[in-house]
């Protein structure tokens, strides 16, 4: 099921370890889906609580490397257009957000802007000689009511040009919340996952996660050594990593 897939840019906001990030490592010899390790994999489909997850959303199985899950928006109007069997990439106007997590945790969070949209966005701001007319575009953030620990989370992020050469994506309208969620670790309430499209290669045995068989624990996974660093920055006390590239996402 191919949804995202016109030119764009994938502006992922870490919210956990450099170290973290870079063990959600592939595996040459027994790779999952994108070819990520077992190991990574399991953590990666392991559930977060349902308290600690943003509603409308579901888990699609889309896993990457040094990223960990995507979990998608299901109203999106381009995913809903594809998930009723009638995919229309016209219909992703505005930036899809999605949220990512890794081993029961919420970790990221990810605006997916089209390259028409930064585009159209310079192309005003540098005709415009005006710096008023400059306003950056804003969205709210779908994120949960709830994290695991406490501190100041974001409530929109913007896109902004600054009538030059500067495209600017950022996070904004942080918020204090209090944390807590997921203490009780009910994790089979959270979302199922959903089946995967027709024609989609089963998974070898060794990928199985906890959403597929139950009984199985992260602890028995193997561990695996870290690689490949990401770009670290630190905002207001809270260490986000952001990670942009041009990406054909494999949805």
């Not at 089963?202 to 199985?208: D, Q, T, V």
Request: proline share 11%; charged share 15%; with cysteine.
């Amino acid at each position: 099921m191919e949804v995202f897939n016109k030119a764009h840019f994938d502006f992922h906001f870490f919210m956990e370890s450099q170290e973290d990030t870079n063990s959600i490592v592939p595996s040459e010899t027994e790779p999952c889906t994108e070819g990520l390790s077992p190991a990574s994999f399991f953590k990666a489909n392991t559930p977060v609580p349902e308290g600690c997850f943003p509603g409308g959303y579901a888990n699609l199985n889309a896993v990457a490397p040094f990223m960990g899950n995507h979990y998608i928006k299901l109203d999106e109007p381009v995913v809903a257009a594809a998930a009723a069997g009638s995919p229309d990439p016209s219909l992703w106007v505005d930036p899809a957000f999605i949220v990512g997590g890794y081993d029961g945790v919420i970790t990221f969070l990810e605006p997916m802007v089209t390259r028409k949209q930064i585009q159209d966005i310079v192309m005003d701001s540098t005709m415009d000689e005006d710096p008023d007319a400059w306003a950056p575009q804003c969205y709210k953030t779908s994120v949960p009511a709830q994290y695991p620990s406490s501190g100041y989370y974001p409530r929109s992020f913007c896109l902004e040009s600054d009538g030059n050469t500067s495209f600017l994506v950022y996070m904004t309208d942080f918020e204090w919340v209090e944390g807590g969620c997921g203490e009780e670790m009910d994790r089979m309430s959270y979302i199922n996952a959903l089946p995967p499209p027709p024609g989609t290669p089963a998974l070898p045995a060794y990928c199985k996660a906890p959403l597929y068989e139950e009984g199985m624990s992260p602890a028995a996974a193997p561990q695996e050594s870290p690689t490949a660093p990401t770009t670290q920055a630190t905002t207001g006390g809270v260490v986000i990593s952001a990670l942009a590239g041009l990406l054909a996402m494999f949805l």
